[in-house]
């Protein structure tokens, strides 16, 4: 069984602040602190962590965590900070086992691998795999990371500066709408009911899920594409999906 961080878990360490040492100069000197993993942006509708662990909050790369820093007998030259945030660790997770695996592309290939009756590729060499390879690769690295740069435009910029943030934030909106426009014109072409066509794949719900990020748009979210549309309807009337949906308590709107 591998470990799993929640809110709630103590943290212990030290690090090197600047002490004011008599007469008056100031030193790194080690400092012991202790923190309590805690991340308010969890408890946030909609956007919050829906995972728990042991009945609380999970914690991954990224959560923030509350931390007391405890002086090595002389005064800070300038006080720590009240925050600390986990870098370790991961922001999506499967635990299959022993293996803990992350990155929602690899994940989803290692299903692929292991539940080879679910048919969630196509053949091994074949076209329709080129282009499930393809299709897998540009959610991940084209799609999913200009997404990351929509929610998280402040850790782009310099602490502040909020109008830097705010540019970005719109540029990789539409960036992210380009993106769904060229989802929307493949389900047009491709004729089927999912992204492969006629066959469902590993790729569908991956789809889905980036869809769904794009509810909180100003402008045009994915529901409002004349092909995107139906598909994340078809994608919600899956039993599996329906599962998920329970399983991690998503409330409406969903897409
Ligand atoms: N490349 C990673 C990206 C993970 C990702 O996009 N995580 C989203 C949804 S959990 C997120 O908001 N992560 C939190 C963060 O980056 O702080 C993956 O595909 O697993």
């Given at each position: 069984?591998?470990?799993?961080?929640k809110?709630?878990?103590?943290?212990?360490?030290?690090?090197?602040?600047?002490?004011?040492?008599?007469?008056?100069?100031?030193?790194?000197?080690?400092?012991?602190?202790?923190?309590?993993?805690?991340?308010?942006?969890?408890?946030?509708?909609?956007?919050?962590?829906?995972?728990?662990?042991?009945?609380?909050?999970?914690?991954n790369?990224?959560?923030?965590?509350?931390?007391?820093?405890?002086?090595?007998?002389?005064?800070?030259?300038?006080?720590?900070?009240?925050?600390?945030?986990?870098?370790?660790?991961?922001?999506?997770?499967?635990?299959?086992?022993?293996?803990?695996?992350?990155?929602?592309?690899?994940?989803?290939?290692?299903?692929?691998?292991?539940?080879?009756?679910?048919?969630?590729?196509?053949?091994?060499?074949?076209?329709?795999?080129?282009?499930?390879?393809?299709?897998?690769?540009?959610?991940?690295?084209?799609?999913?990371?200009?997404?990351?740069h929509?929610?998280?435009?402040?850790?782009?910029?310099?602490?502040?500066?909020?109008?830097?943030?705010?540019?970005?934030?719109?540029?990789?909106?539409?960036?992210?709408?380009?993106?769904?426009?060229?989802?929307?014109?493949?389900?047009?072409?491709?004729?089927?009911?999912?992204?492969?066509?006629?066959?469902?794949?590993?790729?569908?719900?991956?789809?889905?899920?980036?869809?769904?990020?794009?509810?909180?748009?100003?402008?045009?979210?994915?529901?409002?594409?004349?092909?995107?549309?139906?598909?994340l309807?078809?994608?919600?009337?899956?039993?599996?999906?329906q599962?998920?949906?329970?399983?991690?308590?998503?409330?409406?709107p969903?897409?």
């Amino acid at each position: 069984m591998m470990p799993a961080a929640k809110h709630g878990d103590p943290q212990l360490g030290v690090d090197i602040h600047l002490c004011i040492v008599p007469p008056g100069t100031p030193v790194p000197l080690p400092t012991p602190h202790i923190s309590v993993v805690f991340d308010p942006f969890d408890y946030i509708p909609f956007i919050g962590a829906t995972t728990t662990v042991m009945g609380m909050k999970r914690a991954n790369a990224g959560t923030s965590g509350i931390v007391v820093h405890i002086p090595p007998g002389f005064p800070f030259a300038k006080p720590p900070e009240k925050d600390d945030e986990l870098f370790m660790g991961s922001a999506t997770v499967l635990v299959d086992g022993e293996l803990v695996l992350y990155e929602a592309a690899a994940i989803c290939l290692h299903l692929v691998d292991t539940h080879p009756q679910a048919g969630l590729a196509p053949a091994l060499g074949s076209v329709e795999r080129a282009h499930f390879y393809k299709w897998l690769i540009w959610m991940t690295n084209t799609m999913q990371a200009m997404l990351m740069h929509y929610f998280y435009a402040d850790r782009l910029v310099d602490p502040g500066n909020v109008e830097g943030a705010r540019q970005i934030k719109a540029h990789a909106q539409a960036r992210v709408g380009e993106c769904l426009k060229q989802l929307d014109t493949h389900l047009a072409v491709q004729g089927g009911e999912w992204m492969l066509g006629g066959r469902f794949s590993a790729l569908d719900p991956y789809a889905w899920m980036l869809c769904r990020w794009t509810r909180v748009f100003d402008e045009r979210p994915a529901r409002e594409y004349p092909h995107i549309a139906p598909f994340l309807q078809r994608m919600l009337e899956r039993p599996a999906l329906q599962r998920v949906i329970a399983a991690e308590q998503l409330a409406p709107p969903l897409v």
